[in-house]
Nanobody, 121 residues
Framework: QVQLVESGGGLVQAGGSLRLSCTAS????????MAWYRQGPGKQRELVAG???????NYADSVLGRFTIFRDNAKNTVYLQMNSLKPEDTAVYYCNSNLFRSGARFPSDYWGQGTQVTVSL
């Protein structure tokens, strides 16, 4: 069984910072992608930032220059450092990973339970 466990959400004032973390646990052979998505009130879920196995990263235009995704390979953990937060960043943030379970021929997608980030004026 593979699990993604997130932490680090909370309430912060505009202009502040938060760091989210997501750890993948279980019988994992290799990880292709670890990414953060978010879903704001009344909005569709959107990609915020992604880390690819080759080390490449990508970001939504709305967070470019403010958010940074980085990974601790030894811990199968990905972090999202969020700076200069804005009220429009308020959302539930979800961790996503595309990975191979041990012995699997094909990769599968997994999701965390979500963590609330609220940015106040």
């Amino acid at each position: 069984q593979v699990q993604l466990v997130e932490s680090g959400g909370g309430l912060v004032q505009a202009g502040g910072s938060l760091r989210l973390s997501c750890t993948a646990s279980g019988r994992i052979s290799s990880i292709n992608v670890m990414a953060w998505y978010r879903q704001g009130p009344g909005k569709q879920r959107e990609l915020v930032a992604g880390w690819l196995s080759g080390g490449d990263t990508n970001y939504a235009d709305s967070v470019l220059g403010r958010f940074t995704i980085f990974r601790d390979n030894a811990k199968n953990t990905v972090y999202l450092q969020m700076n200069s937060l804005k009220p429009e960043d308020t959302a539930v943030y979800y961790c996503n990973s595309n990975l191979f379970r041990s012995g699997a021929r094909f990769p599968s997608d997994y999701w965390g339970q979500g963590t609330q980030v609220t940015v106040s004026l």
